[in-house]
């Protein structure tokens, strides 16, 4: 995706960023990179992250295991990958602002950002955390996603292990109380929910909620396994139908397709 003007894009292994005619402005030099977000862009050399502005510069120099975008001024790295490769996040000079404590975590999204003490693979619980590192909405959820619209998708396992997803706001209170096999991120006041079939134990067809749980977009748009919610941008939303891959707007009108 092009950000700030920007894409990045990977010729012969190594990865550079391109302009919106397509030539190079950053040529390939890196072992991966990430989108540019906030002014500055994570990218690997060799085995460590560093952070590079749009000249290609190293404003932050490789450093870190592993390091994700800028959100709302913080990025969570993880330094090494020792004693279970514990990770915090620094500000824009590169400075640990939120020491290494954490497992697993996400972006800083309307001031909150999800976060655990337990590797993914372990089964963890979930919180959220404020920009000073502490945990402001209480380790509770199975899975959590980041707040958008004011609301954040958060997952339950039920008595017999399957997910359910709801939604709460940033007190952690439950505004959609759990009942979806899978909830998207709000996005122009809607998101994508994958509706139970509690016979199959399983997914079944996305529709769309608005933020009061209301459905709005009853669910039709087919589910393939693996595939994500579908999130409305620029009024627009991708969905997969029994024809194929199509475009509908927030009337469910089809604009473009289905095409294989």
């Given at each position: 995706?092009?950000?700030?003007?920007?894409?990045?894009?990977?010729?012969?292994?190594?990865?550079?960023?391109?302009?919106?005619?397509?030539?190079?402005?950053?040529?390939?030099?890196?072992?991966?990179?990430?989108?540019?977000?906030?002014?500055?862009?994570?990218?690997?050399?060799?085995?460590?992250?560093?952070?590079?502005?749009?000249?290609?510069?190293?404003?932050?120099?490789?450093?870190?295991?592993?390091?994700?975008?800028?959100?709302?001024?913080?990025?969570y790295v993880t330094p090494n990958y020792e004693n279970g490769g514990l990770g915090g996040y620094i500000d824009p000079s590169g400075a640990l602002v939120i020491p290494t404590q954490f497992?697993?975590?996400?972006?800083?999204?309307?001031?909150?950002?999800?976060?655990?003490?337990?590797?993914?693979?372990?089964?963890?619980?979930?919180?959220?955390?404020?920009?000073?590192?502490?945990?402001?909405?209480?380790?509770?959820?199975?899975?959590?996603?980041?707040?958008?619209?004011?609301?954040?998708?958060?997952?339950?396992?039920?008595?017999?292990?399957?997910?359910?997803?709801?939604?709460?706001?940033?007190?952690?209170?439950?505004?959609?109380?759990?009942?979806?096999?899978?909830?998207?991120?709000?996005?122009?006041?809607?998101?994508?929910?994958?509706?139970?079939?509690?016979?199959?134990?399983?997914?079944?067809?996305?529709?769309?909620?608005?933020?009061?749980?209301?459905?709005?977009?009853?669910?039709?748009?087919?589910?393939?396994?693996?595939?994500?919610?579908?999130?409305?941008?620029?009024?627009?939303?991708?969905?997969?139908?029994?024809?194929?891959?199509?475009?509908?707007?927030?009337?469910?009108?089809?604009?473009?397709?289905?095409?294989?």
């Open positions: 995706d092009f950000i700030d003007g920007l894409a990045w894009a990977k010729v012969n292994g190594l990865s550079g960023y391109i302009d919106h005619t397509g030539a190079f402005v950053i040529e390939p030099q890196f072992d991966d990179a990430y989108d540019f977000s906030e002014g500055l862009a994570a990218v690997r050399v060799g085995s460590h992250y560093g952070y590079i502005d749009h000249s290609g510069a190293f404003v932050i120099e490789p450093q870190f295991a592993f390091g994700a975008p800028f959100s709302e001024g913080l990025a497992a697993h975590a996400g972006p800083f999204t309307e001031g909150l950002a999800e976060a655990t003490f337990i590797r993914p693979s372990d089964s963890p619980k979930y919180g959220y955390i404020n920009p000073a590192g502490e945990f402001v909405i209480a380790v509770q959820f199975d899975d959590a996603e980041p707040f958008s619209d004011g609301l954040a998708a958060v997952m339950l396992l039920d008595s017999t292990d399957l997910p359910q997803f709801g939604y709460i706001n940033p007190a952690g209170e439950f505004v959609i109380e759990p009942q979806f096999f899978e909830g998207g991120d709000f996005s122009e006041g809607l998101a994508g929910v994958l509706m139970r079939d509690n016979t199959a134990q399983r997914g079944v067809s996305y529709g769309f909620v608005d933020t009061t749980g209301t459905i709005v977009i009853p669910a039709q748009f087919s589910y393939d396994f693996g595939s994500m919610a579908p999130v409305f941008h620029n009024g627009l939303a991708a969905v997969i139908l029994p024809e194929g891959l199509a475009y509908i707007n927030h009337a469910a009108e089809i604009i473009w397709g289905p095409t294989q």
